[in-house]
């Protein structure tokens, strides 16, 4: 019987599936020195979320059995492709299933952020009634720049384009007739995105290349100023990944009013730290990694990550491998 290992958690109808097609489903967190000591080499497959991280040591005592490695979410920066790719080990992911979550998400921390949803509630709270202080602005009219523009940051612009805005993007890797078909408009490099824009929102990976890329440089080059000349301020939105946003760069800038808001789903160190600044200024918010938690998204990441597995361990090659150029 074939041996599939969920180690952060997934959908019982997707579990089902796997049971439903002869699989051992052993759903339990497996330790990081478990990991290393060869605790996957009794699998055909592990499926993990974001807790679970597969590092060259894991992978190569996993051999000679294991077979596949699925991440269920889009990133597979907690796996060691290239370590899995040397063992003929393909890396499979579910890239379109928590999509309308996470555009869902990034809109509604853009809406907070303009009109101080966040603060307002937890002053309210503490019984202020802070109706004067409070005066936020619209999203209509200003300019929103998309640090890529996949399907994630193409949702996005659908739904700010309804709002009324102004829709920028930078992103080397994309033909430039999607953007033209979605009305938006493509800048040559990340830094003149940045001058343009008021409104930034992250949708890229995290690579060495997009380490930091929201800088104390970059965040000083927005132009805090609307189309219109009205000074609405500058904001960023991270539902990506973190690491791409500098958040010591970040907090200086809200310091000093460069940053009007900032509002992270996603942080470099998680859990974040309770004693970051971050959380105790009033122009920040965050959610815990989120973007992917809803009832449809979870369901819809299980079955696909699900079929993907199955793909592999029958001999083909799932639509989904994101390592499969350099497979040997």
Excluded at 245 to 257: H, I, M, P, R
Excluded at 282 to 301: D, K, M, S
Aim: negative net charge; proline residues 4%; hydrophobic residues 40%.
């Amino acid at each position: 019987m074939r041996r599939v290992a969920v180690t952060d958690g997934m959908a019982q109808e997707a579990v089902k599936k796997l049971e439903s097609a002869g699989c051992e489903v052993v759903q339990d967190f497996i330790e990081h020195d478990q990991l290393v000591d060869g605790a996957l080499a009794d699998f055909d497959a592990i499926i993990v979320r974001s807790a679970t991280k597969l590092t060259k040591e894991m992978l190569d005592a996993s051999q000679p059995r294991l077979k596949v490695v699925a991440r269920a979410g889009v990133g597979v920066d907690n796996i060691d492709l290239d370590a899995a790719s040397r063992l003929g080990l393909p890396v499979v992911n579910a890239p379109r299933a928590s999509t309308q979550s996470v555009v869902e998400l990034t809109v509604g921390h853009l809406l907070s952020s303009l009109r101080f949803i966040p603060r307002a509630d937890r002053l309210l709270r503490d019984g202020v009634w802070a109706k004067k202080e409070l005066k936020g602005t619209e999203l209509y009219g200003k300019r929103l720049g998309l640090v890529g523009f996949g399907r994630i940051a193409q949702g996005v612009a659908n739904v700010a384009q309804a709002f009324g805005m102004e829709v920028h993007s930078y992103d080397p890797y994309l033909p430039l007739a999607i953007a033209k078909k979605a009305g938006v408009t493509m800048h040559k490099n990340v830094d003149n995105l940045f001058k343009t824009c008021t409104h930034i929102s992250i949708h890229c990976n995290l690579t060495d290349e997009t380490h930091h890329l929201v800088n104390q440089k970059r965040i000083r080059m927005m132009p805090g100023v609307d189309p219109f000349n009205l000074k609405c301020g500058n904001h960023v939105v991270n539902c990506a990944r973190g690491g791409i946003v500098d958040e010591d760069a970040a907090f200086e800038a809200l310091e000093s009013g460069q940053l009007l808001s900032l509002a992270l789903d996603v942080f470099e160190h998680e859990p974040v730290d309770s004693t970051s600044p971050l959380l105790q200024h009033p122009n920040f918010h965050g959610t815990p990694h989120i973007g992917a938690a809803t009832i449809e998204a979870q369901r819809r990441v299980g079955l696909d990550i699900v079929d993907a597995v199955l793909t592999v361990l029958d001999g083909g090659m799932a639509e989904t491998t994101v390592n499969r150029s350099d497979l040997s």
